[in-house]
């Protein structure tokens, strides 16, 4: 069925690294991808979203690629900082009317 | 001033009872959401409705229904409350549909003793 997949749950880097948080996705509709960013007892909040190949999206320092040729819209930035210490989904929309997010990966920075 | 209220911000209920999440938006938009999350499930889609119309329902029980009295209003009711009801529910919001933008509210903490 239509799912995504976030394989890590944890990651732990020291602030001024770069990262990748792995988002692939399954579907048979054309995709729509996001990715929401949730601080600590916050609610969460939309990072990036696309739906376009091959193109980048960025939005504060982070951005994604949707490669339909590889199913996946993978978070990146190239530096991170202890402020974006947070919880990341990754969330598909599929079928213009059904939604399904990933189980999320924790991200802590570390000084 | 708050987009969307979510009320209570903190909720105690005892096993078996029932209680109203309530969710109000004052962005304009046609469509609303729920979502649940807790220690078990990150994060969970529940319902989403557009022009007051239920377009998904994810939620396998019934004991969960959403109440859409007004255009920017979704409550949403529980019933027979159990222990693993216990989360907090997200109410959001977005212009028409889910490929746009999704605001989501504060939050209210549900714990059920």
């Known amino acids: 069925g239509d799912s995504v997949t976030q394989t890590e749950g944890l990651v732990t880097l020291t602030k001024g690294l770069p990262v990748m948080l792995n988002c692939t996705y399954q579907?048979?509709?054309?995709?729509?991808l996001f990715w929401y960013v949730q601080h600590l007892n916050e609610a969460p909040k939309l990072l990036l979203k696309?739906?376009?190949?091959?193109k980048r999206t960025e939005h504060q320092g982070f951005y994604a690629t949707l490669h339909k040729s590889s199913s996946s819209f993978h978070l990146q930035k190239s530096s991170v900082q202890l402020s974006d210490s947070a919880l990341y989904f990754c969330?598909?929309?599929?079928?213009?009317?059904?939604?399904?997010f990933g189980a999320g990966t924790k991200l802590t920075i570390k000084p | 001033d708050p987009k969307i209220i979510q009320k209570p911000k903190y909720l105690v209920a005892v096993t078996g009872s029932e209680k109203i999440l309530i969710c109000e938006q004052y962005?304009?938009?046609?469509?609303m959401y729920w979502y649940r999350q807790s220690a078990k499930k990150p994060l969970e889609f529940m319902f989403s409705?557009?022009?007051?119309?239920?377009?998904d329902n994810q939620t396998a029980s019934s004991r969960f229904q959403p109440q859409s009295s007004k255009k920017n209003h979704l409550d949403l009711q529980i019933t027979a409350l159990k222990p693993d009801d216990s989360a907090t529910y997200f109410c959001?919001?977005?212009?028409?549909?889910?490929?746009?933008?999704?605001?989501f509210g504060p939050g209210t903490r549900l714990l059920v003793l």
């Open positions: 959001a919001s977005s212009q028409v549909g889910y490929q746009d933008t999704q605001y």
């Open positions: 696309s739906s376009t190949d091959n």
């Open positions: 409705y557009s022009y007051q119309k239920l377009m």
């Open positions: 579907t048979t509709y054309s995709p729509f």
């Open positions: 962005l304009g938009h046609n469509a």
């Open positions: 969330a598909l929309i599929y079928g213009n009317e059904k939604i399904t």
